[in-house]
Nanobody, 123 residues
Framework: QVQLVESGGGLVQAGGSLRLSCAASGRTFSSYAMGWFRQAPGKEREFVAGISRSGGRTFYADSVKGRFTISRDNAENTVFLQMSSLKHEDTAVYYC????????????????WGQGTQVTVSS
């Protein structure tokens, strides 16, 4: 089992940057593909970015491509989401998730979830 704890959220002005971190417990972090999802008020949770077990493959939602970067440090059991050029519409609770499979854009494929961290972008 994997426990995930997100951090790094906060309030930022439009155009600014934030870096989210997700720390994982356990010794098998490198066995999981990882993903970031987000949920805005009144909306369904949506995929943001994903990364393979080794970190060699990354993939993004079109809405964040070119602005967000996902990365991981398997030695530190941590996955990151660097967010730049933030927009008001990026405001949401951001969740990291672990997938025992290859990593997809589908939230139901992910097996473990963190509690989320709030990101608020002021316009």
């Amino acid at each position: 089992q994997v426990q995930l704890v997100e951090s790094g959220g906060g309030l930022v002005q439009a155009g600014g940057s934030l870096r989210l971190s997700c720390a994982a417990s356990g010794r098998t972090f490198s066995s999981y593909a990882m993903g970031w999802f987000r949920q805005a008020p009144g909306k369904e949770r949506e995929f943001v970015a994903g990364i393979s077990r080794s970190g060699g493959r990354t993939f993004y939602a079109d809405s964040v491509k070119g602005r967000f970067t996902i990365s991981r440090d398997n030695a530190e059991n941590t996955v990151f989401l660097q967010m730049s050029s933030l927009k008001h519409e990026d405001t949401a609770v951001y969740y990291c998730a672990a997938d025992q499979g290859i990593g997809t854009r589908i939230e139901y494929d992910y097996d473990y979830w963190g509690q989320g961290t709030q990101v608020t972008v002021s316009s």
